[in-house]
């Protein structure tokens, strides 16, 4: 094999923010509130505690208002008291949740296009609504009594709970582009934003939409090989067993050359990139890689050489591959993601050699 180091992958990661990551990114308005810790006022959980969902699912959660929070609601909109309003079918019909989804991307030669050329596009892809479900048999057991003899006098419960329950569920459509997360565009941003009529403001969590991916079939297991020979004669190969993995699964991928010549070669490098596209904008994220670097001042150029490396899919948030579809349900856009394998030969002097795999299919159907 060789004179030969392996570098760990860490140092041919991207700078980019890993798919793992479930953040979205800030919206415009001043009014939403991020409930990312328990001293906000609006506490939203979906079934799932890590926020990672399928499209085409039934999304269910729960949600926690302080009673403080309604009673300054209730009074801003003119209730005679805040309990009584909490009967009412207005506000019960009032406090909504909304799925939203937006995409950001750059496009080329625009009339309103910046000096690089470049103008970007910011599209709302989803507004699915539901009605939150509040919890009425803590409300209809409470007993009210007067602070004051005051016919206009706020009255208050006794022994209420401080806090209102409610439920909602929505329906995920199918088809919606993923998840990603990511500073510049390109980027698709999902989140649940929880509103109560008559006021501005919006409440808001982050979560991330994942397809299932494409269900294997019997030719799966077909081999995925290239080959490609430059100007020195120097031939470089790589393969996988199969087309369809799942996350937390490890790619062996087999690579060798042929170098008559004897050319010096520097080194060979082995990506696993997530490839995310909407219309002609691309984000290049690194999953794993590895490198082997070779000592061209103490050894003679090799005429063969194989390596092996097994590159790993993170166990947790990774999308699913998804195919170049026109997708939303608001707006529409063109939007695909893969996952592809590089191969790059390094020449001491000379051609260097680049050669991608057919893109492999990231799964979580059975």
């Not at 207005?90 to 103008?119: F, K």
């Not at 919890?135 to 401080?162: G, K, Y």
């Not at 937390?248 to 087999?254: A, D, S, Y």
């Not at 790993?312 to 592809?340: K, M, N, W």
């Amino acid at each position: 094999m060789g004179n030969t180091t392996n570098t760990d992958s860490r140092r041919l990661s991207s700078s980019s923010p890993s798919p793992q990551s479930s953040s979205s990114s800030s919206l415009s308005r001043s009014s939403i509130h991020r409930q990312d810790s328990a001293t906000k006022e609006i506490h939203i959980s979906t079934n799932h505690v890590d926020g990672f969902h399928y499209t085409g699912e039934l999304l269910s959660g729960t949600v926690r208002i302080p009673r403080s929070f309604l009673h300054r609601h209730l009074n801003s909109i003119k209730h005679r008291t805040p309990a009584e309003a909490l009967h009412k079918r207005s506000l019960r019909s009032a406090i909504m949740i909304e799925l939203v989804g937006d995409a950001t991307y750059s496009a080329e030669i625009d009339t309103a296009a910046d000096s690089d050329g470049h103008v970007e596009h910011k599209v709302n892809l989803c507004r699915e609504r539901c009605i939150v479900t509040i919890n009425q048999n803590r409300i209809a057991s409470e007993t009210l009594v007067h602070s004051s003899s005051s016919p206009d006098s706020i009255s208050t419960p006794t022994n209420a709970p401080p806090i209102i329950h409610g439920t909602f569920q929505i329906q995920i459509p199918d088809d919606l582009p993923p998840s990603l997360a990511n500073e510049h565009s390109p980027s698709v941003v999902y989140s649940l934003e929880l509103s109560i009529s008559s006021s501005r403001s919006r409440y808001q969590i982050p979560i991330v939409l994942s397809s299932k991916g494409s269900i294997p079939h019997p030719m799966t297991g077909i081999e995925l090989h290239n080959s490609v020979v430059n100007r020195n004669d120097i031939h470089l190969r790589a393969s996988v067993a199969k087309i369809f993995y799942r996350p937390g699964e490890q790619i062996p991928v087999r690579i060798n050359y042929s170098n008559p010549q004897q050319r010096s070669v520097r080194s060979i490098t082995v990506r696993l990139l997530q490839i995310y596209r909407i219309h002609h904008d691309h984000k290049r994220l690194q999953i794993d890689g590895k490198e082997w670097t070779f000592d061209t001042s103490t050894m003679l150029p090799q005429r063969e050489w194989i390596g092996e490396a097994s590159l790993q899919l993170f166990d947790r948030q990774l999308q699913a591959s998804y195919p170049t579809h026109y997708v939303g349900t608001t707006q529409t856009i063109e939007c695909a993601l893969d996952y592809s394998i590089l191969v790059e030969l390094i020449e001491r002097k000379g051609d260097d050699i680049q050669l991608i795999l057919s893109p492999i299919q990231i799964t979580y159907q059975v």
